[in-house]
C-alpha cells in the first residue's frame, strides 16, 4: 500500500508540474497557490530535491518590491478560475492577486536545508532566498502587525487560507455587497456545492478584492482601512513558527543581526501571542481587531500553538484537554471545526473536513513538545485517510471519504514527506 500510494503521489506532483511551479489541482486551482507550494515542495523534496528548491524559488520571483508575497500567481491565464487576473488588477508582472498567505515558506526552506545536511550545492540557493524570506517576514512585522504583538492582522478570508473558517462569520457581516454585481463562480462548476463556500461568502470575498482594488492594492492603506481585519490564530503560529525557522538559516548562514532581529519578533510574539487566549473557551483562537471580539471557536487552528513553539502549562493544558474530547468524537482528527459546535459541518471545506497540511503541522508541533500520544493519534489518522479514500484535498472526519478535488498536490506532498510513516 505505501510504495503503490508513493508512486501515486510522485505521479500526481508530476502531472501538475507545470514547469518550475505546481498547481493544486489541474481543474479547480489551475495557478500557483503560496502555502501550497511551499507545502508541494516539502513532497518533491522525497524524490527531486533541485525540483523543491525551484517550487518556492519560482514562487518568489512573483514577489512585490515592498516584500509581500501574493497568494496567487497567475503564470498563465485560465478561464477555469475565478476571480482570475482581470479582476484582482494589481498591475503586477508577472499578473498576481493582491492578498497574501500563511507564511510557511521559511519553514520549509529550513526543511529542504535540513534534508540536504546543510549541503554546499544548496547553500547558494539558501543565500538567495535568505533576503527574500527575509523581506516578507518584515513586511509582516510592519504592515500586518499593527498591535505590535506578532498577530497576524488578515484582510481577507482568503489570506488565512481557511477560506469559510466559522471564524469569519461575525467579522465579515460589516462587509457591504451591494456592488458586487453578477458574476460565475467557476468553483461549483468543477466541485458539489456542499463542499464549497456558500453564495453569500462569495459576494464577499469578492466585495473585499473590489475594495482592495480601489485602493490601488496600497497594502498600508487596506491594513488600515479594510473593512475585515481579523487577528487570525493560524497565520499568527505559522508566523512565530516561520521567525524561528529563518532565525536558524540566518545562524547557519552567519546572519548575526538577521538572526537578532528574527529572534526579537520571536520574543514579540512569545508575549503578545496570550492576545488569542480566549479564557472563557480554554482554546487558541481569532478575533476580530476592529472590535476585540474573540471568534469563542476551537478550530484545527487552535491546536497550531505547540507548532509555533509556545510553552504555557495551563493554556497547553487546556488544550490537550480539547484534544482529547475532540478525538473521541470522531474517528480522524483534526477537524476543522469542533464537531460539537452546532456549525460544523463534516463535508463544507473549512467548517468541519481535515485538511492534511494543518495535520502536518498540529502533529509536527505535539510530537516536538512530547505530546506523543496526541501526535501519534493525527499522523496515523491522516495515513489511514490518504490510505483510505486517495490523495483529496480534504476528507470527512466522521467517515474518512474524501472531500473538494482529488489528486491534490500538497496532500500527496504531505504523504510522501510525513504520513506515509505514521
Ligand atoms: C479558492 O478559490 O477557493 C481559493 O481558496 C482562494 O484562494
Not at 166 to 194: F, M, N
Not at 300 to 320: C, E, I, M, N
Request: charged share 25%; net charge neutral.
Amino acid at each position: 500500500m505505501t510504495t503503490q500510494l508513493d508512486e501515486r503521489a510522485r505521479d500526481i506532483l508530476r502531472a501538475n508540474d507545470r514547469g518550475g511551479y505546481t498547481v493544486p489541482n489541474g481543474r479547480v486551482y489551475p495557478f500557483q497557490w503560496n502555502w501550497d507550494s511551499a507545502f508541494v515542495a516539502l513532497g518533491f523534496a522525497t524524490f527531486d530535491q533541485d525540483r523543491a528548491w525551484r517550487e518556492v524559488e519560482t514562487l518568489f520571483e512573483a514577489q512585490w518590491p515592498d516584500g509581500f508575497v501574493p497568494h496567487i500567481v497567475f503564470w498563465k491565464d485560465d478561464a477555469g478560475y475565478f476571480p482570475g487576473p482581470a479582476v484582482w488588477g494589481t498591475g503586477r508582472s508577472p499578473l498576481t492577486s493582491g492578498i497574501t498567505q500563511p507564511p510557511v515558506a521559511s519553514s520549509v526552506v529550513r526543511s529542504l536545508w535540513l534534508r540536504a545536511e546543510r549541503s554546499a550545492t544548496f547553500r547558494p540557493r539558501l543565500e538567495q532566498l535568505f533576503p527574500k524570506l527575509l523581506a516578507w517576514h518584515r513586511w509582516f512585522a510592519e504592515v500586518r502587525d499593527p498591535l505590535g504583538k506578532g498577530v497576524v492582522i488578515a484582510v481577507h478570508p482568503w489570506e488565512t487560507g481557511r477560506d469559510n473558517s466559522p471564524e469569519w462569520d461575525a467579522p465579515s457581516q460589516v462587509i457591504d455587497t451591494s456592488r458586487v454585481g453578477e458574476y460565475k463562480r467557476r468553483d461549483t462548476t468543477h466541485l458539489d456545492q456542499s463542499m464549497r463556500p456558500t453564495k453569500i461568502e462569495y459576494d464577499r470575498y469578492l466585495a473585499l478584492v473590489q475594495a482592495g482594488r480601489d485602493m490601488g492594492w496600497d497594502q498600508r492603506r487596506i491594513a488600515r482601512e479594510h473593512p475585515f481585519r481579523v487577528a487570525d490564530v493560524g497565520m499568527s503560529m505559522m508566523l512565530l513558527r516561520a521567525n524561528r525557522d529563518l532565525a536558524a538559516l540566518a545562524d547557519d548562514l552567519g546572519r548575526k543581526a538577521e538572526a537578532e532581529e528574527l529572534r526579537g519578533y520571536v520574543k514579540r510574539a512569545e508575549a503578545g501571542l496570550d492576545y488569542l487566549w480566549d479564557d472563557s473557551i480554554g482554546a487558541y483562537c481569532s478575533r476580530d481587531s476592529i472590535n476585540g471580539r474573540f471568534s469563542g471557536l476551537v478550530t484545527s487552528a487552535s491546536f497550531l500553538s505547540f507548532y509555533a513553539g509556545l510553552k504555557h502549562d495551563k493554556h497547553d493544558s487546556s488544550t490537550l484537554q480539547h484534544f482529547e474530547r475532540i478525538s473521541k468524537r470522531v474517528r480522524y482528527v483534526m477537524p476543522s471545526l469542533d464537531p460539537d459546535d452546532p456549525g460544523f459541518d463534516s463535508i463544507r471545506y473549512w467548517r468541519g473536513p481535515v485538511w492534511a497540511v494543518v495535520n502536518y503541522m498540529i502533529g509536527t508541533g505535539l510530537s516536538e513538545a512530547g505530546h506523543s500520544g496526541p501526535a501519534q493519534r493525527v499522523r496515523s489518522d491522516t495515513r489511514a485517510l490518504m490510505e483510505g479514500a486517495g490523495l483529496y484535498e480534504s476528507y470527512c472526519p466522521v467517515s474518512g471519504r474524501g472531500s473538494g478535488g482529488g489528486d491534490f498536490s500538497w496532500t500527496s506532498a504531505i504523504w510522501l514527506h510525513w504520513a506515509r510513516s505514521g
